[in-house]
């Protein structure tokens, strides 16, 4: 996402959240529900309801970046939000894959 910078895992938070949180939101959410720390070398993924939005978070050196995508006619493929479900885990090719618009989980 940074030039220079490594990402170690790409977690995805599976239930939509209200896309007028922010950078303090988010990395609430990935303490308190996730159970991660905002602060690793970790990229979180997040959804809107519509799922036509996207926001990544992530820590960079000396504070946090925040990544939006939004798609103009299509949707994010996006996995089941049962309740109780891990963390979604992807690697960075997933990620690559997942923004260019391929539903990871339609096999």
């Not at 309801?49 to 949707?75: I, M, P, T, V």
């Amino acid at each position: 996402m940074h030039p220079g910078h490594s990402i170690g895992a790409v977690y995805l938070y599976r239930p939509a959240i209200d896309f007028r949180k922010s950078i303090g939101g988010l990395s609430a959410l990935v303490e308190q529900e996730l159970g991660l720390n905002p602060f690793g070398d970790a990229l979180y993924l997040f959804i809107n309801r519509r799922r036509d939005k996207l926001k990544a978070l992530y820590w960079h050196r000396n504070g946090f970046c925040l990544w939006y995508k939004r798609l103009e006619a299509e949707r994010f493929a996006w996995p089941s939000t049962e309740a109780g479900e891990p963390p979604c885990v992807l690697t960075m090719k997933e990620l690559e894959w997942l923004l260019e618009g391929f539903d990871l989980w339609a096999a």
